[in-house]
């Protein structure tokens, strides 16, 4: 009887607790003085956030304003209005659409790779594997080295008298112009992946360490499936930090160009052309409409995924909020 006493008392007190507070109704009075120490608290704010918000306003918003205006001209110097003729003739421009499909393959072979490695090294290391500190610092490493270092040495490597291709004859195969063919894309990716999978590693490694640990140990209880405590605990949790590092990784896939560059200059392979050479291109020849209209529809089909990423990060790490 007590215990079943003991119960009720619990549950009414949880039922109590997850019961909604009535809401109380402010009046007249006391909503201006609310109001009043709100204005004064934004007030005290703003001083400090004026130049920060002097600094996006100037360079980050009156500049795209600008580019969108740009869009919708003819030239920077008449300044006839030809409304969508711009963003057709990207649209329909071989060039763009040649960029826009080799940037596309290479984000969706990048990003999920980067994702995913930097996912399983940050697991391996958070079960203490020996030599866990020098492999760490030897996936970091790469961080701290100039580009033009690490493009140097893929030039070495991947030269049609490289290593690479020293590599291929001692396996009887024949030489490959690596940065001249299709595997121009996998160079690029592998350098890629070289420059990044640290940090996403740092950062997957730093939101392992927040999971509760009482909540694993009662997992490990439960059961002894380490992919299903993975799956429905430790994913979870992380959901954020995968958010995170996806955006991070698709914002670097698309500022690839540095690399690509310094290894083939301004007209490269067609498999690695890309956005960037498009616009860099039209920018030396000063045809600032269509660079303007490229830069819009990028920006445009960037923010959309980023939203429908949020959208689904909500959905999926909306319980592990409650």
Request: glycine content about 4%.
């Amino acid at each position: 009887m007590k215990k079943n006493e003991t119960k009720e008392k619990k549950s009414k007190a949880r039922k109590e607790k997850a019961a909604p507070k009535p809401k109380v109704k402010m009046t007249k009075e006391q909503k201006k003085a609310y109001f009043k120490r709100r204005i004064k608290t934004n007030v005290k704010i703003l001083p400090f956030l004026a130049p920060s918000l002097i600094g996006v306003l100037l360079f980050y918003l009156v500049p795209y304003c600008v580019v969108i205006f740009y869009t919708f001209v003819d030239n920077p110097i008449t300044l006839d209005f030809v409304g969508f003729a711009n963003l057709v003739d990207v649209i329909t421009n071989p060039s763009f659409l040649l960029a826009s499909w080799n940037t596309v393959k290479f984000s969706l072979m990048a990003v999920p790779l980067a994702v995913v490695l930097s996912l399983l090294l940050a697991l391996l290391l958070d079960h203490k594997i020996p030599f866990a500190s020098q492999f760490r610092t030897s996936f970091l490493s790469p961080m701290v080295v100039p580009v033009a270092s690490v493009v140097l040495v893929f030039q070495v490597l991947f030269d049609y008298n490289g290593v690479a291709n020293v590599a291929v004859q001692f396996f009887g195969g024949g030489k490959i112009d690596w940065l001249k063919s299709g595997f121009a894309p996998y160079v690029v990716l592998l350098l890629f992946l070289w420059k990044n999978l640290g940090y996403n590693m740092i950062l997957f490694l730093g939101a392992l360490g927040t999971i509760p640990k009482d909540c694993l140990e009662a997992a490990y209880l439960d059961t002894t499936s380490t992919w299903r405590i993975f799956w429905s605990i430790k994913i979870r949790y992380l959901s954020p930090t995968v958010l995170f590092v996806t955006i991070i990784s698709i914002i670097n896939s698309f500022k690839v160009f540095r690399e690509v560059y310094l290894l083939t200059g301004n007209h490269p392979y067609e498999t690695i052309y890309i956005l960037q050479h498009y616009m860099n291109n039209k920018f030396e020849s000063m045809d600032y409409q269509q660079l303007s209209a490229a830069a819009v529809i990028m920006s445009i089909v960037m923010g959309g995924v980023i939203f429908a990423m949020y959208v689904a990060e909500n959905k999926f790490g909306r319980d592990m909020e409650e």
